[in-house]
Structure formats: C-alpha cells, structure tokens
T-cell receptor, first 111, second 114 residues
Framework: QKEVEQDPGPLSVPEGAIVSLNCTYS??????FMWYRQYSRKGPELLMY????GNKEDGRFTAQVDKSSKYISLFIRDSQPSDSATYLC???????????FGPGTSLSVIP | GAGVSQSPSNKVTEKGKDVELRCDPI?????LYWYRQSLGQGLEFLIY????????KSGLPSDRFSAERTGGSVSTLTIQRTQQEDSAVYLC????????????FGEGSRLTVL
C-alpha cells in the first residue's frame, strides 16, 4: 500500500462546476498537508498549505483535512478552463521532514 | 533568473552510460529536493538536503543513484549505468526553510535512456 493515494482520474467537469479532489493516507504521523497544481510539462506550484485538521479557504479554493479519517480534500468553486491541470496532494510528518506526494488527479474543465 | 534552474532540460543517452543532472536552487534556500516523475505518474521522492544536516537518501531507488550538494547551493544528481526504466523527468525543488510547505520547482530534466 502506498503512503498516499489519489484517484488518478481523469476528471472532466463543465465550466462553473464545483470540483472535489481527495487523498487518503496511511500514516497517522502526517501533520502538514499541501495541495500542488501542475500544468503539463511544468513543475508543480503550491496552492494550499494547512497544518493538522480543519478547513482553509483561499479565493475559489478550500482545503479540508480530517486526520481522524486520514482524508484530505480540495474543493474548487466556479471552476474555470484555466484550472485544467494535475492536482497533487502532499504531506509531511514534521516541519523539517521530507514532503511526500500523492500520484495526482488529472482535471479537465470544459468550456 | 530568480527561479530554480535545472540542466540539461533534455537528455538522451544510451543504456549503460552515466548521466549528471544539475540543479541551481533559489539563492538563500536551505532545503533542496530531488523527485522523479514518470509519464502520467506522481512525484517519487529521491533525496532531500536540509542545511548542513546529513541528507535523507531514503528514496534513492538503487546504488546507481547518488546526489551531492556543494556549498549548500548547487546540487548534482548522478545516475550510473543508466537503464531504460530510469527514463523520467527529474524535478528539483528548493524551499526557503524546511518548516514551510512551499517548494519551488524547476521545470525538470527529461531523461530518455535508449
């Protein structure tokens, strides 16, 4: 079993839809959680960074962490074609630990 | 430039040859990571340097892989006796301090082993 799992998709939604992206993980020691976005042939870029359980909102993006279920989510409201990319969850155990990435979910937002 | 710079951007080599991939992190960034991304796959952790601490090499897939970081700045990833399964994009990232989640990635070095 991999440490971090994601549904690889591809996920295709119409413009304006609400998108839900999810990750599960197996190691309860993870405390820091991130979502990265990666466009084709580019390096990933950070979208959201959260510590422990709870919600965090930034514009159209909301990150949720449920440590009791070992489950994290990223919601995208009013999705746009420019949101079409691969979304990678990432996490680490301590502030100075290495960052482990999930396999990514490919998202297409259709105009 | 102000970003993470990687070279070469593309490398085609023959099976059995050695290759070196270079990463220039953002100036002042103390943490440096190498990841590998195969076609359609996520990021596979390889190695992590943090300041003057011993590097975390737990992700290196075999003893053919090694990396060093000189002067706390530039890093080189070396793959000896390359195999076809080594074909992938090798991504380098740096961060200002390891206690943030923000890694700044380069655009990667695409390695093809024939």
């Amino acid at each position: 079993q991999k440490e971090v799992e994601q549904d690889p998709g591809p996920l295709s939604v119409p413009e304006g839809a609400i998108v839900s992206l999810n990750c599960t993980y197996s190691n309860s020691a993870f405390q820091y959680f991130m979502w990265y976005r990666q466009y084709s042939r580019k390096g990933p870029e950070l979208l959201m960074y959260t510590y422990s359980s709870g919600n965090k909102e930034d514009g159209r993006f909301t990150a949720q962490v449920d440590k009791s279920s070992k489950y994290i989510s990223l919601f995208i409201r009013d999705s746009q074609p420019s949101d079409s990319a691969t979304y990678l969850c990432a996490m680490k155990k301590t502030s100075y630990d290495k960052v482990i990435f999930g396999p990514g979910t490919s998202l297409s937002v259709i105009p | 430039g102000a970003g993470v710079s990687q070279s070469p951007s593309n490398k085609v080599t023959e099976k059995g040859k050695d290759v070196e991939l270079r990463c220039d992190p953002i100036s002042g960034h103390t943490a440096l990571y190498w990841y590998r991304q195969s076609l359609g796959q996520g990021l596979e952790f390889l190695i992590y340097f943090q300041g003057n601490s011993a590097p975390d090499k737990s992700g290196l897939p075999s003893d053919r892989f090694s990396a060093e970081r000189t002067g706390g700045s530039v890093s080189t990833l070396t793959i000896q006796r390359t195999q076809q399964e080594d074909s992938a994009v090798y991504l380098c990232a740096s961060s200002l301090a390891a206690d943030t989640g923000e890694l700044f990635f380069g655009e990667g070095s695409r390695l093809t082993v024939l």
